[in-house]
Structures are given as structure tokens and as C-alpha cells.
């Protein structure tokens, strides 16, 4: 698979460079990629889902070292791997199925018969495990090993028993790798249309008449603000800008087009407007386990804000931003230094950049980091199990796919 | 005067005395030199405190107790508790503040003969500062001494018992008063006089005149009341009352509420008599209609053309007014110190027409120059502090003077609050702030604050070892100058923005802030920002320390930012400077929905503020409203 293994150097390439923005696009890009791996993955006859696995796993592995602080990246391969067992655990449980209504029909195979009180056991089992704990985005990573090998083991010793189920067999990987590929597919389908059913829930939040302020620019805000203004509602909304990069410039500019009351101001004056703001709405980089939320640089100080005046901050942030892991230490190790030359300019600095102190070091460092770590002491309080209980949902049926964490500030 | 006198003498001292009040105020009532003292303090007292009270520098927040360290005879621990009393209430706004602190690194000791009405002004800077009245106790100890026992007059509800210490322990007070210390009171007060006289008026005009009248009406009021001996002085303070302004006046230090531009009939009125004809910008915010909003560069040139022109306009003033316009001149301490240069120059060469006095022309004029400066930029609370000051100097010169003398006065008085309210002051704050560095400190600024500069440099040149971390915001960038000052100075900085404020909080240990005024609820109003820094710095546990000198206090009190503010240039916020790639807004400024708010101040709320240091030591927030009260007069006086 040369034309796969150039598709994955291309885009560790675009993500050691950090040259796709945004973890939508991130997260779209990668599904479509290992999309790609999975389809031109030759399956063997058996454990097919182990050798599937096997293959997104080590593509995953890849993109996850080229950008560790893009955590939808790891999302998604972990989402493609969750697909690629519930797919195959119920082809299993179906064939299982089938197998036993034939054991039951035909009694002349004794040993078969035997097997598969044994068989169905396993995977009874296995189902029932997967069912009694809540499948939730730690439970996909724990259960890795188990969830993999016993319906391979139990379905390799099947198959070895005799060749009648062969063409079974054979239509079965066939048809494990479509179904897998088709909820790849709706994966897809449903990261590109994040943003929509986010903004479906505008109108439940935005009232009439109601200042908002929110800070940089996110494209989930901004869906969500444009929703709520085309369903008659009028508001205002602060932008603060979100220096270094002031992406605020172009999230007012794209709302003062569609006709929504904006007003721009600096970073430095979120805490002089946020008694008159109503709420907060946000975008985020990344939803961490412990309901902690990784988010474009400056929104720790909007939500302390946001705490003193007890104004709500609402963190908009699709599926695939929902990251499984705890953040240790997330100010350092979750983020990125920018070049300093957004800050200052080289050319009117040069000269101050050679001064050393007696040790040698420089005298001047700029720090221009792209994250800012809010915990969830500052978001959630009461409401933290409510989020919980959202992130849990969508992780059952996997069609909830947008979440919207509204974590009051009320205490 | 009477009618307000009497209620005064009896229930102020329970109303008015709560927060720290030194015990050693006790002295002046005992001497009845008391109020002269304050006013023009005696050449002799001086001469002696000054040795005993150069008290080093010591930096302690507010410690009423530590006046017990000023020289006592022990003859008069008696009297204690009335003095205490007294003094703290009854003088509240002219500590006299003596030579006690630090004569040694204050410049007005140079400032030659002028002994007496230096030691009257100069706000000290000391560590006891803060407890108003503890100077006087220093100052006068030649003339009589009291101790009190430390933390007497710490509890508001020591006042009443000590009323009633006042009645049983007058008679003995009017005994210990001996023939000697009569006799250096009479000679102290001749003094005084001749001082008075001697310089012109440079003393407190209300001096002199108030010590002589002040000993007659206190023999008089002595009479009807049974109190004697304390009650002459309470008369006499309150005759010191009496330089105080007049109801009328007093109404009017009462600082009027502002204009309200979304006011149309007065703001049409305030455009008639407007020099500088500003555009009003187009998209105006509406929560912040009630502030001025213009279009920024429009009037320059048309004000520069005029420059020869107009007429009433003094030259130093005009130029002022247009450094104020372009933004040259910014910072509150630099904006005043210009200001009252300017008026220095229009106090030389005015000259007084014809059938007018001196003290009504002048003050209209000055009004009419403040108005053009405020229609250059809105006043700073510090300059409308010296504002103030200035006119009720003007308004104190007694008629007596001549033109010549006036202007003389008014001269050296600007001088004197420029060198002590401000030079002074920093310095005193620079050697306070200093003793909070230690090595390995990572400092915090933001922005640039010409008082944590200085203190950061004194740091430097003292040789700790420290990290600053300069944080800085659109639009103005004023951080990128002071970093350049500090790394060409040798200084280990870190730059980064508003947003990053809390990732880099985490290795801060101390968080140095300017401000702007700070508001008696302990509200401290600074550049914008500010509030989101001392925020920031307050949930991560790390001290914030604002550094603000004493005359930019202001017994208004603000609760948010957006009722008194001031709206900078709005298309600064559009363009990025040095960033030409961003330029998102540049097809839609003149969109009907867009806004652009350039705020320039906010109001940090004291919970957020460890300390404040001022030229009076450091306090808490808390003790603001304290400063305010007792010193404020005095910031009119000096």
C-alpha cells in the first residue's frame, strides 16, 4: 500500500508543520485518512479485526507523536479503533447467532455442538461486560485488549474446526471492513456537521436582547451566534480580540456581515465588560477527562472573570474535541510556544536580543503559548456530573454527536 | 463657624474616628501651640526633631503602636489619653508630618529656609505616615510630649471613654502646663509669625492669622465651657477649622458629578465654548454614551494652525494641550507634572487687569485653561487633584499681597507639590516597594508605571537578583518601552501579552502595579488590564502590590468600569500595529454594526490588592478611605 503509506507521510508531514488549523479539520482529515488505511488494508482470513486494528494503531501512533498537543487527533484514531470492535463484536454476536440456530437444526455434529455452548459463552460475556460498564471514552482504551481477543480467539478456533464455514467467512471480513468503513463514514459525516447541530441549540440559550462576549475566534461561536440571530434573535456581542493572533478581527468581521451587533475590544478589557455581559460563550481546543478544558490562550482569565461577576461559561465543543485522558501539568505539557515574532518585532528589537546576563544567558524571553489550560473548578462546580453525563451519552450510542458542556459559574 | 463648631467638638470624635489613629496626635492640643504647630510648624520644634525623628525608613503597613517610639517626657503620660484624643480628630487633614521621616533622603530639607513650611507639608513618607497624627507627636515634643499607651486609640470605641478621661483629667492638664512651656509656646508662635511674615505668604496663608486669631478665640471659647483646657484646644483646632474652607467651599471641594455627554443640552452648551472643535466618531458603544468619544487626529492639525491665533490661550498651556492630544504625553504623573509646569508659566506672566482681583481672575482663568485641557483629554484624577490644590491656593492668598508676592507664592507653592506630592513621593515609594524584592524574585509588571520602573531599577542597582516579566496589551504597547529600559539596564525580563497572563503566572512571585487614582473603596483605577492582572494573580495566591502616590487618592468611590472611564482612539483597535497581515477589519470600519471600544482605564476591585504602597508607607485597601480623610486637606493645604 505505497499510495496509503504516501497519504500518512503527507499528513504527518502537514502535522509536524502545523499547517491544518483547527481540530476540525484535524480531526475530519485524520478519519478520512485512516478511512483510507482501513480500505486498502488486506484483511486475512482470520482475525480480521485484530489485523485492522493492528493497522489503524500504528498509523494512529504515528499522528499522535507528530502533533502530541492536537489531541483530536488521537480522538479520532481512538474513536476509528471503538468502531472497528463494536462492528466486529456485533458481526460475532450475529453469527453466533446464525451458527446456533443451525447447531440446533442439524444435530449430527457433536463436536460443534460442543464448541459452541463455549463460544457463545465467551461472547455473551464479552457483550454483557461491554454492556454493564458504561462505555465511556476511558472504558474504550481499557478495554482494548480484551474486547479484541476474545472474539478472534474464540472465532479462530471455530474456524479451525471445519472449512464448511469458509465462504461464511470470507463474506464476513468482507463485510466487517464495509460496515467498518461505512461508520467511518458517518464519523465524517458527523464532524463536518458539528457545527450545525451545535448551533441547533442556539435559541434554547441566547435570549432576546442578551450581550454575549466571547474571545478569538472559533467557528463553532460563530455558527452558534449566526443560528440564534437567524431565529429573530437580537443581541450584541463583545468580541475580544485574542491577541497575539487576533483572530477576534475576523469573527467580528464575518458577524458585523451577517448583521449581528458587535462591538471589538481589546483582551485587556474583558474584566471591565464582563459585568454588563450576560454570558460567555466560548470555543474550545480540547474537553479533557476530568472536565477540564484546553482553550485558545486567555479564556483562563475570561472564566475567572466570568466566575467573579458569576456570569455562565459555555464551553461549545464538538465529539471529537473530547479527549479521554487526564491533564497533568496541562499549562506545559498541553501546549505550544508560538514564535515570538508575533509579539515582537525583531527588526526593532535586534538590539536588545544580544544582551546576556553575566551568566551568558539572554537577557530578553518572549513567551507567546497558544493554550490555556481552565480547570474545572472554574467551569463546572455543581454541574460537573451533568457534563459527565453528556460526554457518557454520547458515548453510548455514538449519535449525540455534538456537546454542548454548559458549566454555570455559580458558586 | 459656631453653629458647625460646636456639634463637631462633641460627636466627631465617635463618628469620624475609626480606622488607625496614632496615638501620639495627642500633642498638639496640649500645647495649645497646637494648631500654629500644624500650620506653620515652629522653626525651633523643627530643628530639634529632626535628629529624633529621621526615623530610618522603616517599612511596616500601618502600625499605630510604633509611635510610642517617639521621645517622650515622662512628665505628661497623664495626659495621654485626652491628647489622643483630640489631636486625631480635631486634625485630621494638616499633620504637620514634621521632619520625622527620612530627612536624610528628602530634598526639601535642602530647600533652604523654609524650614517651617516644610516640615507642614511634606506628607512625610515615613513608616508612620500612615497614622496621621503619630507626626505631630515627633514634631513636638519639645514643647510637650505625650505617650499613649500603644493600641488605645486603635478601636473607634475607645473615643467614648476617652471623652470621659477628658473631663476628669482636665484640671490637672491645665496645671501641668508650666511657666517654661508657656513660655516656648509664646515664643514658638512669635516665630512663626515672623516666619510667616518673612517669607511672603509661603507659608499657608491662613497661618499666621490663624494662630494669632486662633490663641484669642481659644481663650474666648475657654470661657463658657466648663472643659477648660481641653476645650481651648478643641476651639483652636476648630478655629483651624476655620482656615478650612466655608460651608460653601466645602461644597465645592465636593467634586461635582461629571459630565454626562449623553446629556445633549449641556454637552450642546459645552460645544459653544469648545476650542478644540472634535468630530464625534461614528459608531459609538452604547453603554458608553455618557463618555466623550471623538475622532482622534482630526483636530491636531487644525489646533496646530491655530497655534499662533489664539488668543486667550497661554502658550504653555496650548502646548500641553496638544502633547495631550497626540498621546505624548501620557501617564498620570507626567500629564500632572506638565500641567502644573504650565500653569507655573501662566502664573509668571500673568498680569492682573484693571478693576479685578487677582484671586477671581486668576482662578477663572485656570478654569478656562482646565477646560481646554479637558477638551484635549479628560483630567486624570491626579491632575484634578493639583487642579484643586491649585485653586484653593489661589483662593487662600490673602488679600494683603501684592501681585508680585501672589504670583511668588503660587510659584513656589506648584514647586512644592510637584517635589514633594510626586518626585518625593516616589522615591519614598521606591524605597518601601524595594524592601519586598529578594533574590530569586520573579516580579510581574504591566504596562509601564513610571513608579514600578523606578522601583524595579532601585532593586537592580541595589543588586537583588530578579526576573520581571513584563505583560503587555494592545493597543498601546506601552510595554514594549519599559522592556526596552529594562533589558538596556541589564534587568532578566520576560515579555509576553494580556492573554498569557496565566500561563506565566505560575512562576511569578510578586505582582508590581501602577495606578492611575485609587478610590476610597480601595477600588483601584489603573490602565485597562489592570483588573485582569491583580484577577489572574489573585487566583494563583500571588501578592499584588500597587504602588500609587498619595495625592492620586480620591474619596470617590467606583464600583465598575464603565460609569466614569475614558474612550481612547477607536481605530487603534482596528489596525495591528506591525502586523500588517492582519488587517480583517480594514473593508468594514464604517459598518453600521461594528464597534470599536478602546477603553483606557479600569477598576480593579481591592479584593484583588495585597497592599498598596504610597508615600504615606504601605497599606491595605482598606486604609485607603483613612488616607483620603486624613490627609486629604492637607493635599489642598500642603
Known amino acids: ?411 | 463657624m459656631d453653629p458647625r463648631r460646636a456639634p463637631r467638638t462633641v460627636s466627631d470624635p465617635k463618628v469620624r474616628q475609626v480606622g488607625f489613629f496614632a496615638p501620639g496626635a495627642a500633642i498638639p492640643d496640649r500645647s495649645q501651640s497646637g494648631p500654629p504647630d500644624h500650620i506653620s510648624s515652629l522653626p525651633p520644634t523643627i530643628a530639634d526633631l529632626s535628629p529624633s525623628g529621621a526615623n530610618s525608613l522603616s517599612p511596616v503597613m500601618i502600625p499605630p503602636p510604633r509611635h510610642a517610639s517617639a521621645p517622650l517626657s515622662p512628665l505628661r503620660r497623664d495626659t495621654v489619653p485626652v491628647g489622643s484624643y483630640n489631636a486625631s480628630d480635631f486634625m485630621p487633614a494638616t499633620s504637620p508630618t514634621a521632619a520625622t521621616s527620612s530627612s536624610d533622603d528628602v530634598a526639601w530639607v535642602g530647600r533652604g529656609g523654609r524650614a517651617g513650611a516644610a516640615s507642614s507639608s511634606f506628607p512625610g513618607g515615613g513608616f508612620d505616615m500612615p497614622a496621621a497624627s503619630s507626626v505631630p507627636a515627633s514634631g513636638l515634643t519639645t514643647v510637650s510630649v505625650v505617650n499613649l499607651p500603644p493600641g488605645l486609640s486603635e478601636k473607634a470605641g475607645v473615643a467614648a471613654e476617652l471623652q470621659n478621661d477628658r473631663t476628669t483629667h482636665s484640671k490637672p492638664l491645665k496645671e501641668k502646663m508650666t511657666k517654661a512651656e508657656r513660655r516656648a509656646l509664646q515664643e514658638a508662635q512669635r516665630a512663626a509669625k515672623a516666619a510667616a511674615k518673612a517669607e511672603g505668604g509661603k507659608a499657608p496663608p491662613a497661618s499666621s492669622g490663624a494662630v494669632s486669631s486662633a490663641n484669642a478665640k481659644s481663650a474666648k471659647a475657654a470661657k463658657p465651657s466648663s472643659q477648660k483646657n481641653d476645650n481651648v484646644t478643641v476651639a483652636a483646632s476648630e478655629k483651624k477649622g476655620s482656615d478650612r474652607p466655608p460651608e460653601k467651599d466645602r461644597k465645592k471641594d465636593v467634586p461635582q458629578p461629571r459630565m454626562q455627554y449623553d446629556d445633549k443640552s449641556r454637552v450642546e452648551k459645552a460645544k459653544k465654548r469648545a476650542v478644540v472643535k472634535q468630530t464625534e466618531a461614528r459608531n459609538r458603544v452604547e453603554l458608553f454614551r455618557h463618555l466623550p468619544q471623538y475622532e482622534h487626529g482630526t483636530q491636531l492639525p487644525d489646533l496646530e494652525s491655530k497655534f499662533f491665533q489664539l488668543d486667550p490661550m497661554h502658550p504653555a498651556v496650548y502646548k500641553v494641550g496638544l502633547q495631550y492630544l497626540s498621546g505624548d504625553l501620557c501617564g498620570g504623573n507626567a500629564r500632572c507634572i506638565a500641567m502644573l509646569l504650565a500653569f507655573q508659566e501662566v502664573i509668571k506672566d500673568y498680569s492682573t487687569p484693571p478693576e479685578k482681583t487677582l484671586v477671581r481672575d486668576l482662578t477663572a482663568k485656570i478654569g478656562s485653561y482646565v477646560s481646554f485641557l479637558i477638551e484635549c483629554r479628560p483630567l486624570s484624577i491626579s491632575m484634578g487633584n493639583a487642579i484643586r490644590f491649585l485653586k484653593n491656593r489661589i483662593a487662600k492668598l490673602p488679600l494683603t499681597f501684592s501681585e508680585s508676592e501672589a504670583k511668588a507664592t503660587l510659584h513656589s507653592d506648584i514647586d512644592r507639590f510637584i517635589n514633594e506630592k510626586i518626585i518625593l513621593a516616589d522615591k519614598v515609594i521606591v524605597k518601601h516597594a524595594v524592601t519586598k524584592i529578594r533574590d530569586g524574585d520573579v516580579l510581574l509588571t504591566y504596562g509601564s508605571s513610571s513608579a514600578v520602573e523606578m522601583i524595579l531599577l532601585h532593586a537592580h542597582e541595589l543588586g537583588k537578583q530578579f526576573r520581571v516579566v513584563v505583560v503587555d496589551s494592545r493597543p498601546k504597547l506601552e510595554g514594549k518601552l519599559l522592556l526596552r529600559r529594562l533589558v538596556g539596564k541589564g534587568i532578566s525580563c520576560t515579555y509576553t501579552h494580556m492573554n498569557a497572563v496565566s500561563y506565566i503566572m505560575h512562576e511569578v512571585t510578586r505582582v508590581f502595579l501602577g495606578a492611575s487614582s485609587v478610590l476610597s473603596n480601595g477600588t483601584v483605577y489603573s490602565s485597562v488590564g489592570t483588573a485582569c492582572v491583580a484577577m489572574v494573580a489573585h487566583a494563583f495566591h500571588v501578592p499584588v502590590l500597587v504602588c500609587c502616590e498619595a495625592y492620586k487618592f480620591h474619596e470617590r468611590v467606583q464600583l465598575d468600569s464603565i460609569c466614569s472611564n475614558e474612550l481612547g482612539d477607536p481605530d487603534a483597535i482596528s489596525k495591528v500595529g506591525g502586523r500588517g497581515e492582519i488587517n480583517f477589519l480594514d473593508g468594514c470600519a464604517n459598518s453600521e454594526n461594528l464597534q470599536l471600544l478602546n477603553l483606557i482605564y479600569d477598576a480593579t476591585p481591592s479584593d484583588y490588592v495585597s497592599m498598596i504602597i504610597t508615600d504615606y508607607g504601605m497599606v491595605p485597601p482598606t486604609s485607603v478611605p483613612v488616607i483620603v480623610r486624613e490627609y486629604g486637606r492637607e493635599h489642598l493645604w500642603i
Not at chain 1, 479484541?148 to 461464511?168: C, L, N, Q, R, Y
Not at chain 1, 451577517?258 to 471591565?272: K, M
Not at chain 1, 459555555?314 to 496541562?330: E, I
Not at chain 1, 455543581?382 to 453525563?389: F, I, M
Open chain 1, 1 to 411: 500500500m505505497p499510495d496509503v503509506q504516501a497519504l500518512v507521510n503527507d499528513f504527518l508531514n502537514k502535522l509536524k508543520k502545523r499547517k491544518i488549523e483547527g481540530s476540525q479539520a484535524t480531526s475530519r482529515q485524520t478519519a478520512e485518512l485512516l478511512r483510507s488505511v482501513i480500505s486498502q488494508q488486506r484483511v486475512p482470513y482470520n482475525n480480521q479485526a485484530g489485523a485492522l486494528i493492528d493497522a489503524v494503531k500504528a498509523v494512529g501512533e504515528q499522528l499522535i507523536a507528530a502533533n502530541p498537543v492536537e489531541l483530536a487527533v488521537g480522538n479520532i484514531v481512538r474513536r476509528v479503533l471503538h468502531i472497528i470492535r463494536e462492528e466486529d463484536l456485533s458481526l460475532t454476536t450475529a453469527a453466533m447467532a446464525g451458527l446456533n440456530l443451525s447447531a440446533v437444526s442439524d444435530d449430527e455434529d457433536d463436536e460443534e455442538r460442543d464448541d459452541l455452548p463455549v463460544l457463545s459463552a465467551a461472547v455473551v460475556a464479552a457483550a454483557a461486560r461491554s454492556t454493564l460498564r458504561p462505555p465511556s471514552l476511558q472504558t474504550l482504551l481499557e478495554d482494548m485488549p480484551d474486547s479484541a481477543a476474545i472474539p478472534h480467539t474464540s472465532s479462530s478456533g471455530g474456524d479451525s474446526e471445519g472449512k464448511s464455514k469458509s465462504a461464511d467467512k470470507s463474506s464476513r471480513s468482507r463485510k466487517l471492513k464495509h460496515d467498518v468503513i461505512e461508520a467511518v463514514n458517518e464519523l465524517i459525516q458527523d464532524i463536518t456537521t458539528c457545527h450545525e447541530q451545535i448551533a441547533e441549540q442556539a435559541v434554547e440559550h441566547i435570549h432576546q436582547n442578551e450581550v454575549i462576549l466571547t474571545l478569538g475566534s472559533s467557528r463553532t461561536v460563530l455558527e452558534f451566534l449566526c443560528a440564534a440571530k437567524e431565529k429573530k434573535r437580537s443581541f450584541r456581542v463583545f468580541v475580544a480580540e485574542g491577541a497575539p493572533r487576533y483572530q477576534g478581527h475576523l469573527l467580528a468581521k464575518e458577524l458585523v456581515a451577517r448583521g449581528l451587533q458587535t462591538t471589538l475590544i481589546t483582551d485587556s478589557a474583558v474584566f471591565a465588560m464582563i459585568s454588563r455581559v450576560n454570558m460567555v460563550i466560548v470555543g474550545a481546543h480540547a474537553v479533557m477527562a476530568n472536565g477540564g478544558v484546553i482553550a485558545p490562550v486567555g479564556l483562563n482569565m475570561v472564566a475567572l472573570a466570568a466566575q467573579k461577576h458569576a456570569v455562565p461559561f459555555v464551553v461549545l465543543a464538538g465529539s471529537h474535541k473530547l479527549c479521554p485522558l487526564y491533564p497533568h501539568n496541562p499549562e506545559v505539557l498541553l501546549n505550544e510556544l508560538r514564535s515570538p515574532s508575533e509579539l515582537l518585532d525583531f527588526g526593532e528589537f535586534s538590539d536588545c536580543l544580544d544582551f546576556r546576563s553575566v551568566t551568558g544567558s539572554p537577557l530578553l524571553h518572549v513567551v507567546n503559548p497558544t493554550f490555556d489550560y481552565v480547570p474545572p473548578s472554574l467551569l463546572v462546580c455543581s454541574s460537573l456530573t451533568r457534563c459527565l453525563e453528556l460526554r457518557w451519552k454520547e458515548n453510548v450510542d455514538g449519535e449525540i454527536l455534538e456537546i454542548l458542556a454548559q458549566f454555570i459559574t455559580s458558586c
